[in-house]
């Protein structure tokens, strides 16, 4: 399993925009192998943008980012207003997830905290 770092800088008007072009391109990313995308942004200001995604290994990942599709993806308005950072792959050699846990906790608070009157 290999997991990609990559900071990324997203212009604050295009912030939204940027979430639902993940979200949108998920299922294609899916069929092609990815186990996950994850969009981390700074706790405090002034800090960097970073996208984690994790693949079941290196071939699956450059499989990927020869296909057609990835590149439909990136020839989208939204991806070229975002500037990219190289890609930093790493091995995954231990360590473990607990995804069970999180059905236990919501993973999303700020959602909840916004929907009380």
Do not use: K
């Amino acid at each position: 399993m290999i997991v990609c770092l990559r900071t990324v800088v997203v212009p604050p008007e295009w912030h939204d925009r940027y979430l639902a072009w993940i979200a949108d391109g998920r299922a294609i990313r899916q069929q092609h192998g990815i186990l996950a995308e994850l969009v981390c942004e700074p706790a405090e200001p002034g800090g960097e943008t970073v996208v984690i995604t994790v693949w079941p290994s290196p071939a699956v990942f450059d499989a990927w980012i020869a296909t057609p599709h990835r590149d439909a993806l990136t020839a989208s308005e939204v991806h070229r207003a975002v500037s990219y950072r190289p890609i930093n792959r790493y091995e995954v050699t231990g360590g473990y997830l607990n995804l069970p846990g999180l059905t236990v906790h919501d993973p999303s608070p700020q959602q909840a905290s916004e929907e009380l009157p």
